[in-house]
């Protein structure tokens, strides 16, 4: 069924060809929703799939079949669509309607969706009957990196923009390749420069790295170790793992993190690597490491609770910058499957979560369901506590809300035309009745606004966000749980050095500690103390050596002694050079007793055609001035 032939492929690019003769050859029957409107909006979601993991408070029952988080996208992005649709400045007297299907979180399938979706009528195309084709001007969706490029490629003829809300990897800003992507979720490119700023803010350079073989850990932790090199930090080990290794191979790096002599290790993983991970840290109880991870995982529940408060308690890292959607709470909370009677998401929705039947208007049951008793209509979203309705813990539900506001001011500034001036042949505008989605194209780039929570979205000119993260700290409830704490943000736009801001009072560290770890090779060198490389160590690592006489250094980690200028020599602590002709003598010197013993006050001597003069200074030291005699 879900199958694409040849024919039709070349329907649809004759379709953008506007050749007259172009006609639908086949019918792609996949599960959806939609809505009419002036404008459609396509929407492609993990609705059957774990691959959006639900971010579960620790307390609630195991996963179930409907990826719940996802069909809370499917809601989001209707919720911001009515929302629009009522709006009396965005988009007025324009309606947008919708077309969501199921990407089963697989490229095929998404290619399939993508497909579906551009080509945007289900009945026969009769010829001469091509144009306005297709119907759906830009697509929400591209939740994995590896369906954003699928799907990418699938549309790029069309020029039809592609919107994702969750899709990381850097290698999608690559404009050349991605003409028509967008997002509202920052490039990973970001994550890295942020993880190597934390790093050198908390004064670690003696780190170790730990990646998941995969493009997300790989171009992730490239990033990283570029960037902390810059730093001067330096790398105590850097190991890699795949989730289909052998358990040997993860006990091996749990051991190499064990025997370090850094306790930061920082993890560039996706989440179900970084669990395999964590299950060997626990079965070898590795306690005592500063975790900092990367948005994939560090707001997950990997652990079990009490696991997670031994192990895990002070780990630091970015999560998707998340802000309250007004009103989407109770929007989520009615739906009801008697309010939609058609809508299959909404009926598969509520017989999982419900675990019961819901009879179909012929008074059949759906066969899903089957073994489960009917359900009774009384059932309430309001007692369940789920993915579903809590929005508190992910900011997906944020960026796919954002990513409609995109879409609708891009619209809307295309059919509003300002100054009746165009980007087309002869400074023309779209036209309402002819626009095609190569046109909404060009006010793409262009769109900036401000969302009903204060934060301003545009592009850049890579079609990637302004990267702005929350920064996340586990630490422990008064109830013993674990607790996911915002302790600061990013804003990649701020000026260098201003773009993390911490409540740094308020990070717990490793342990429970308040205090900041440390991770260093070697303590710093004193003043009047030069480093000394140890051979076969990053440069992190060193040794102090004292200056030689008459040599001085007086900063920290000083990498030469400075000679002292002629006629000066170095005081005992090599830090500072004095004129050679001022002496130092303690009381416990002979001469200085002598000195003592025949005058406590300034005085002088003759002898051997020298003279030799001593003042009585405060400290315990009596300073001397040797004269020669002019020859
Ligand atoms: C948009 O508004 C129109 C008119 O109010 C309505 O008929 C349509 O159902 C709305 N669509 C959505 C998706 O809210
Ligand atoms: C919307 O439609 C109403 C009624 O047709 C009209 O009075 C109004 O000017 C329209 N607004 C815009 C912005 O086109
Ligand atoms: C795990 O390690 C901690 C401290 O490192 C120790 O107190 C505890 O007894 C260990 N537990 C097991 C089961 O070995
Ligand atoms: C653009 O304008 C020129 C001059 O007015 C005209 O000759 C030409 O046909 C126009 N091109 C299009 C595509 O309308
Ligand atoms: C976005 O709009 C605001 C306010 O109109 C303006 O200050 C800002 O410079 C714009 N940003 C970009 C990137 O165009
Ligand atoms: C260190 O010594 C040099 C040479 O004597 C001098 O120029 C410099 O100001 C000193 N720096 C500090 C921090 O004392």
């Not at 329907?11 to 939609?34: E, F, H, R, T």
């Not at 095929?108 to 009528?121: E, F, W």
């Not at 675990?355 to 059949?364: I, P, Q, V």
């Not at 006010?443 to 850049?460: D, L």
Request: glycine share 8%; proline share 5%; hydrophobic share 35%.
């Amino acid at each position: 069924m879900h199958h694409i032939s040849l024919g039709f492929l070349f329907a649809v690019a004759g379709a953008a060809a506007n050749k007259p003769d172009c006609q639908l050859q086949g019918n792609l029957d996949m599960p959806g929703i939609s809505e009419n409107g002036d404008v459609i909006l396509g929407g492609m979601f993990h609705v059957h799939s774990h691959r959006l993991e639900r971010i579960d408070r620790f307390e609630q029952s195991p996963e179930q079949p409907l990826c719940k988080g996802s069909y809370r996208l499917v809601q989001t992005m209707i919720f911001a669509i009515e929302e629009i649709n009522r709006s009396s400045t965005l988009l007025p007297n324009i309606t947008i309607g919708y077309k969501i299907l199921d990407d089963c979180a697989s490229s095929t399938t998404a290619t399939q969706a993508a497909l579906t979706l551009a080509n945007g009528r289900e009945e026969l195309i009769s010829a001469n009957d091509c144009k306005g084709l297709p119907n759906v001007l830009a697509i929400i969706g591209g939740g994995g990196s590896s369906q954003s490029i699928a799907i990418s490629r699938t549309i790029g003829p069309f020029g039809m923009p592609l919107i994702s809300y969750f899709s990381t990897c850097a290698c999608l800003s690559n404009r050349q390749e991605y003409p028509a992507f967008y997002r509202t979720i920052p490039s990973d490119y970001y994550q890295s420069k942020l993880l190597a700023q934390l790093v050198k803010r908390f004064g670690w350079t003696w780190i170790g790295t730990v990646r998941s073989n995969n493009d997300y850990g790989h171009f992730g932790m490239e990033g990283f170790l570029e960037d902390i090199e810059e730093l001067g930090i330096c790398v105590a080990f850097s190991v890699s793992f795949s989730r289909t290794d052998p358990r040997e191979k993860v006990a091996e790096i749990v051991q190499v993190i064990k025997k370090s002599t850094t306790k930061v290790v920082v993890v560039f993983s996706a989440k179900r690597e970084m669990r395999i991970l964590l299950r060997e840290i626990v079965r070898q109880n590795v306690s005592g490491i500063q975790w900092i991870g990367s948005e994939a995982w560090v707001t997950a529940e990997l652990l079990t609770p009490e696991e997670s408060t031994k192990f895990l308690t002070g780990t630091i890292g970015p999560a998707i910058h998340m802000a309250e959607v007004i009103g989407l709470r109770e929007f989520l909370l009615q739906v009801h499957p008697s309010a939609t009677p058609d809508n299959n998401f909404v009926t598969e929705f509520w017989e999982t979560t419900f675990k019961c039947t819901l009879l179909s208007d012929n008074g059949f049951e759906s066969d899903a369901a089957a073994d489960n008793p009917q359900c009774t209509g009384r059932e309430s979203l309001h007692g369940v506590n789920n993915a579903y309705s809590d929005i508190s813990m992910d900011g997906s539900s944020y960026n796919v809300y954002k990513a409609v506001y995109v879409f609708a001011h891009a619209v809307h500034d295309m059919l509003v035309c300002k100054d009746g001036k165009g980007p087309f042949t002869n400074g023309t505008c779209a036209h309402i009745s002819t626009y095609e989605p190569w046109q909404l194209l060009h006010y793409m780039q262009a769109v900036n606004f401000t969302t009903t929570s204060g934060e301003t979205v545009y592009f850049e000119s890579s079609g990637d966000p302004v990267a702005i993260y929350d920064l996340m700290n586990w630490q422990v409830n008064t109830k013993g749980f674990p607790e996911i704490v915002n302790v600061g943000y990013y804003d990649a736009s701020a000026s260098s050095g201003q773009a993390i801001v911490l409540n740094e009072e308020g990070i717990v560290w490793n342990g429970g500690k308040n205090k900041v770890p440390r991770a260093i090779c070697s303590e710093s060198c004193l003043p009047g103390t030069r480093k000394v490389s140890r051979k076969g160590y990053p440069v992190c690592c060193f040794d102090c050596t004292q200056c030689p006489a008459g040599e001085i250094s007086n900063i920290t980690d000083a990498l030469d002694c400075i000679k002292c200028p002629l006629e000066y020599w170095s005081n005992p602590n090599k830090d500072k050079c004095f004129p050679k002709e001022i002496e130092f003598l303690s009381f416990e010197e002979t001469l200085g007793i002598v000195l003592v013993a025949l005058a406590l006050e300034p005085g002088h001597v003759d002898f051997s055609g020298s003279r030799i003069s001593w003042n009585i200074i405060p400290a315990k030291d009596l300073q001397l001035r040797l004269i020669t005699k002019d020859a």
